[in-house]
């Protein structure tokens, strides 16, 4: 059974930083590409940054070039999202998600196994 667990939300001030976390179980995960999404009040669900199971490739949405960084850790399972300069318009549920190609195209996710999300709330 695959799991895929977030951590790591929070209420943060616009320029301040957090790390989410994702820990997936059930799942080779040197060959899974994982990605991070995001959705806010009212909007449709967002692309955020995708990472190769390799770890060597990485995509991100024009909205977050240069603040966020996504890495993994395969020894432990885990995908991470490193934000900074975090914004109020960052401010949604953060959900990650497991695809079991080495890599896919950002549209793939939606056939992936998905966590529940977590909070990241950015105050002005």
């Known amino acids: 059974q695959v799991q895929l667990l977030e951590s790591g939300g929070g209420l943060v001030q616009a320029g301040g930083s957090l790390r989410l976390s994702c820990a997936a179980s059930?799942?080779?995960?040197?060959?899974?590409?994982m990605g991070w999404f995001r959705q806010a009040p009212g909007k449709e669900r967002e692309f955020v940054a995708a990472i190769s199971g390799s770890g060597r490739s990485t995509d991100y949405a024009d909205s977050v070039k240069g603040r966020f960084t996504i890495s993994r850790d395969n020894a432990k399972n885990t995908v991470y999202l490193q934000m900074n300069g975090l914004k109020p318009e960052d401010t949604a549920v953060y959900s990650c998600a497991a695809v079991t190609r080495g890599w896919v195209p950002r549209s793939r996710y939606e056939d992936g196994y998905w966590g529940q999300g977590t909070q990241v709330t950015v105050s002005s």
């Open positions: 059930g799942l080779v995960f040197s060959n899974v590409a």
